[in-house]
């Protein structure tokens, strides 16, 4: 125990964190050194993967290099330290922030009482794998009045709550929670492709998978199609008592009314525990192919294809029909997505790689070297290289998982010059992966911290399932056309891929709570005029940040999603967690979508939606101490 300046008792490292990692020398590139931009430092980093985009050190109470002032008052034990907070991508990048490690639940609201009496706010910190400003914006500076929040180190617990429900803390990891439910037989339908994501922080942006019921399947008992926030039966937040005038724990079940409004709250509030229904788990089989044309699975319904026009397209409606589970990635400049369909099997399928851990596809998750070299290539600046790029991911994605060298044999000079005999051995090494089966969490989790850091836009549009094809190939055909327009001119603005995903709306009965609401500001939200509007399909755009013509393309592409799907047919919602409201230069940032569309666009086809969330986070927040700048713009009546 040390004493800090202010002669209150923080528990801290002086030059160590709870990572117990040392900080690091100065980083080129940061003021002072001209040999690296911090913006193009951020992106290399987040390019190769590195893992100076989580920690950069940290700095206790007491170090001469701590910025003063140190938050006075605080309660005792409070563990302080200064830590810059980056983002998943490096978009988001910050000086020295004052943050603490919470160890119990009931410190929250004794810092909720310490902030509002001294005007600071408070940001609950997970992984930071995210994009959207929505903890802090860009740019803070360490003399900001702003504590964050670390919930991974102390509020982690996952324990059974009931035969069929989990409690989990939300800094526990979505790895750790399925990897729980799995020990008890149990599972959940659809979650993010990262395990390493805080409960909290996904149910705060409303994270989701990929699911919707093939055709004739039967929504077993406790599992859903929507978001994992619509999982949820009951949930513990930080909100002022009235009859006290303090902060307080305060425990919601589903069935309340004001618990909609805490599902999704996008960083508006403090969650600090859930409980989550769940099902009888059901091993899937989870087969890759590269080998259908994007004109062919892209194209639009109706369109012919084969010999005389008589074969049956394999489009993406085609596979999620059959499988229910669909994901297509389309490597920019390529025209072979890999697409990944999960099905049911209760029993191993012939010729299926049996599996018993997640994180099924190490070509992905550890980058090859010359995916690497070539990505850091791009970050310098050698933007033309973009179609390349996308083609070396594709061959690799392809002997990966099949083993063909068929397209590597036949490639260009430079390509094979990349793809050497060497590299190839280690692919083919862990064996092919087209074809898995196991039980669920060892299927659906298969993105690790150390892929590519890419920046992403992210919008999913309601719609009804008999549409489905419409919609993605509306989608194909706006983004063909825009990469070739400015490919047209000399520019390369997209060289990560696209991705593509379906699922449900939130139908609340999933939930098995009588009387229980949709999560008010979740992008499943039903809308109550469209009940056919069942289905919600996933458009991600990836690319590095800091390339030339990313944000003038993304605003382009936005735009043109909002006029194709302009509630007529179908209509468009943000992705909380990607990026969104684009300007040519800037995401998050665009005054009309922030103002005006994106509330119009929960508030469209009336119901309880953005106002009543609004105002129930308020009222339980009146102080604002669980916000931001960012998001006092943009949740507001």
Known sequence: MTAAPDHQHHRHHDGQGPDDRAAPDPVPGEPGDRSLSRRRLLGLSAALGTTGWLVSGTVGPDSARAAAPVPPDLPAGTELFQRVYRNWSG???TDQLWTCTPRTPEEVPALADWARAHGWRLRAQGYRHTWAPLTVADGTPEAARVLLLDTTRHLTAVTADSPTTVRAQTGATMEALLAHLADRGLGLTAVPAPGELTVGGVLAIGGHGTAVPAAGELRADGHGYGSVSNQVTRLTAVVLDPATDRYTLRTFDRSEADSAAFLVHLGRAFVTEVV???????PLRCVSRLDIPATELFARPGTSTGLGGLSRPRTFADFVDRDGRAEAIWFAYTDRPWLKTWSIAPNRPFGSRAVDEPYNYPFSDSIPEPIARLAGQLVAGAWGSAPLFGQLQYLIAKVGLTGDLTDVLLSGGLIRDLLTGEVLTHLLAGGLRSDLWGPSRTLLQYVRPTTLRVTANGYAILARRADLQWVVAEFADQYRRLLDDYRSRGEFPVNGAVEIRVTGTDDP????V???RPPLLSALRPRPDRPEWDTAVWLDVLGFP??????????DLEQALLRSFDGSRAGVRVEWSKGWAYTE???????DMLDRVIPASHRAGGGAGWDEAVTVLDRHDPHRVFGNPFLDRLLKL
């Open 91 to 93: 978009e988001v990048g």
């Open 546 to 555: 800091g390339t030339p013509g990313l944000h003038r393309f993304a605003r």
């Open 514 to 516: 009588p009387g229980a």
């Open 276 to 282: 989550l229904r769940a099902g009888a788990d059901r």
């Open 585 to 591: 230069d800037a995401a998050w940032a665009d005054a």
């Open 509 to 512: 009965a999933w939930s098995g």
